[in-house]
């Protein structure tokens, strides 16, 4: 069962640009992670941002959170070639030591 | 340094084979999970597994087994292999008391023919 979704499937943008990424999941969350592929490896934390907090951020890194809309953006700012990858957006199926369900992605191309 | 790591980079094998994949980490975490992902359909769960001899089926756990006999082994076991089976096959771990973040292996690419 898929909780998150991401949006676009895919964006391709110039260096130096920002990247917005979107995030929406269907039941209520304790908090919401962001995670990155490199192409055919294994995920990397991004980020996790709380139920009861609305923006965080991490270097270039910044994420949004709205439970009444239920979404979340990250966004990269500045962005380089090296930012080239997947995200997914991930939250947890229920409180406590549960599984994480994660989106589909969004696989993001950065052109130098 | 957290580190997950799986027993191939690239595998392939043929249809009816047994096959076993194997993760190991070495950060004492208590829970690993097996996710297959695939272009269009994301990361699914296969299994998982709170703690030694604990497994838990996920959500597409046909023609899948698990073992976990040790803490910092978790193997995927695909009793006899076939073609819808060909996919990157993920690995992953984190603490019980802490389980905001997974820590993923480099995944396998398992080819069925």
């Known amino acids: 069962s898929q909780q998150g979704e991401e949006d676009p499937q895919a964006l391709s943008i110039q260096e130096g640009e920002n990247a917005t990424m979107n995030c929406s999941y269907k039941?209520?969350?304790?908090?919401l992670q962001w995670y990155r592929q490199n192409s055919g490896r294994g995920l990397v934390h991004l980020i996790l941002?709380?139920?009861?907090?609305r923006e965080k951020h991490s270097g270039r890194l910044r994420v949004t959170l709205d439970t009444s809309k239920k979404s979340s953006s990250l966004l990269i700012t500045a962005s380089r070639a090296a930012d080239t990858a997947s995200y997914f957006c991930?939250?947890?199926?229920?409180?406590?030591?549960?599984?994480?369900?994660f989106g589909k992605g969004t696989r993001l191309s950065v052109i130098a | 340094d957290v580190k997950v790591t799986q027993s191939s980079r690239y595998l392939v094998k043929r249809t009816g084979e047994k096959v076993f994949l194997e993760c190991v980490q070495d950060?004492?975490?208590?829970?690993m999970f097996w996710y297959r992902q695939d272009p269009g359909l994301g990361l699914r769960l296969i299994y998982f597994s709170y703690d030694v001899k604990m497994k838990e089926k996920g959500d597409i756990p046909e023609g899948y087994s698990v073992s976990r006999e040790k803490k910092e082994r978790f193997s995927l076991i695909l009793e006899s292999a076939s073609t819808n089976q060909t996919s990157m096959y993920l690995c992953?771990?984190?603490?019980?008391?802490?389980?905001?973040?997974?820590?993923f292996g480099p995944g396998t690419r398992l080819t069925v023919t």
């Open positions: 992953a771990s984190n603490f019980r008391d802490r389980v905001y973040e997974q820590y």
């Open positions: 950060m004492d975490h208590e829970n």
């Open positions: 991930a939250t947890r199926r229920n409180s406590g030591n549960t599984p994480l369900v």
């Open positions: 039941t209520s969350i304790n908090n």
């Open positions: 941002i709380r139920s009861n907090e």
